[in-house]
Structures are given as C-alpha cells and as structure tokens.
Nanobody, 121 residues
Framework: QVQLEESGGGLVQPGGSLTLSCAAS????????MGWYRQAPGKQRELVATITSSGDTNYASSVKGRFTISRVNALNAAYLQMNSLKPEDTAVYYCYADLRPVTTLRRDNYWGQGTQVTVSS
C-alpha cells in the first residue's frame, strides 16, 4: 500500500509564510511527479504546483513568484514553501504523486488526505 501524508498547514496572517510537507510511504517503485492541489470552499480543486523527478516545476499563475515547490527524491518527499500569503490562498491543500507501486508497476495517481491552510487576520 502507498500512502501520502501532508503536514504543515495552519492559520497564518496575510503576508505571512507557511511550508507544507508531503511524504510518500509504502511499496513504491518510482515516483514520477509530485505536486500540490488545493480546494477552497465552493470551488473546484485546482493545481498549485508540480515537480518532476528531474526537478522541472510548474506553477499556477496565481502563485507564481510566491510559492516554491521542491522535493527530495531519496525521501519520497515534496515541499511547498508559501510566501506572501493572501486570504484567497485559503483552502485545503492536497499532495499528490504520480507513481508506480512495486506491486503492480502500473502508473497511477495517489492523494493525501489534505491539510487546511487559512490566511486571515
């Protein structure tokens, strides 16, 4: 079984910073892409940022220049450094991984349970 676990969410004031962590565990053969999505109340889940195993990154235009995604392949971990946070960044943030498990080697997407980020004064 493969599990993704997020941590680091919380309440922060506008203009503040927060770092989210995501750790993948279980019988993993290889992780191709890791990333973060978010879902605000009443809205659809949207892409925040992704990073490939070679370090290529992609960001939503709304977070470009403020958020930085990184990963440590040896730890099967990804991180999202969020700076200059705005109230509109308030959402549940979900980690995902596009990976091949040892059991099937079939490429599939796996999701974490989500962590709440609230930006408010």
């Amino acid at each position: 079984q493969v599990q993704l676990e997020e941590s680091g969410g919380g309440l922060v004031q506008p203009g503040g910073s927060l770092t989210l962590s995501c750790a993948a565990s279980g019988n993993i053969f290889t992780i191709l892409t890791m990333g973060w999505y978010r879902q605000a109340p009443g809205k659809q889940r949207e892409l925040v940022a992704t990073i490939t195993s070679s370090g290529d990154t992609n960001y939503a235009s709304s977070v470009k220049g403020r958020f930085t995604i990184s990963r440590v392949n040896a730890l099967n971990a990804a991180y999202l450094q969020m700076n200059s946070l705005k109230p509109e960044d308030t959402a549940v943030y979900y980690c995902y991984a596009d990976l091949r498990p040892v059991t099937t080697l079939r490429r599939d997407n796996y999701w974490g349970q989500g962590t709440q980020v609230t930006v408010s004064s």
